[in-house]
């Protein structure tokens, strides 16, 4: 996919970092909207689409938090890539937009250059949405990569993209024990930082969605799913 044709969503209450951050990426050739807090990013990720949301958390109205959230109920905005931009750097800072749903998260202030880099690596996600295709069954689990969509004892699921993407990982090989190293390079590419507690988090998530019984933890290694 050509950048001219990937939308990116940027929120920040604060004009100059929509100047600075949308200049430098428009200059990489990516359509770049902008809004000024949560809720004007929900209208506006509704109505354009975008491939990519970079989300500050601090904002008036509505923070980036409740926003993530509002956008993770939409169905038509499941496959976007979330990531905070903000100056906090807190662990339960990071570990709140994790559970919102959040893709990653990136701490101000960072270089235009290391920015585009990691806008990048996100994106190259796309690249692979594109080729994964197929539908396959785990017992009562049925996943579908076409559409992005699970359903477990019949019941249908909305999992968050990085979710989907754990889950997808793990069931295919039923048993196997992916290392945290391999989980983290295969779900989150090798060029995004993220922190070392991201994969916990989310497990945590598909536990309390999927149930407890079908993921199972090995000490000082990784993760596995039990069929």
Known sequence: MKHKNIKILLVDDEPDILEIIGYNLSA???????????LKAIKKAKKERPHLIILDVMMPEMDGIEACE??????????????FLTARGEDYSQMAGFDAGADDYITKPIK??????????LLRRLK???????????????????EYKISHHGVEIVLPKKEFELLALLATKPNKVFKREEI??????NEVVVGGRTIDVHIRKLREKIGDDCFKTVKGVGYKFVD
């Open 112 to 121: 235009p250059k290391v920015l585009t880099s990691k806008v990048k690596a």
């Open 184 to 189: 983290l390079d295969k779900v989150w590419g």
């Open 70 to 83: 509002q956008i993770r109920k939409i169905p038509e905005l499941s496959n976007t890539i979330i990531t």
């Open 28 to 38: 990489e050739g990516y359509q770049v909207i902008t809004a000024e807090n949560g």
């Open 128 to 146: 692979e949405d594109e080729s994964s295709e197929g539908i396959f069954e785990i017992g009562e689990l049925v996943i579908n990569r076409e």
